[in-house]
């Protein structure tokens, strides 16, 4: 699986996880997902957006 599509996967999972409570997994995925986006920084504005949407995401889903 390329770089992007396991921080994509990863966060995808993160939110799975934070609908169902489980908070601090869900956390962790999301920090990975953030750090691969951020590895990942060259491929342009579609990371950039993604990047954003990992480091907002799981907080403004409410909990």
Do not use: H, I
Request: hydrophobic share 50%; charged share 30%.
């Amino acid at each position: 699986m390329k770089p992007l599509g396991l921080s994509e996967t990863r966060f995808a999972l993160a939110r799975a996880l934070w609908a169902v409570a489980q908070r601090e997994r869900a956390r962790e995925l999301a920090a990975a997902a953030g750090e691969g986006f951020r590895e990942a920084l060259e491929d342009g504005a579609q990371v950039q957006a993604k990047l954003a949407e990992v480091e907002g995401g799981l907080d403004a889903q409410g909990g």
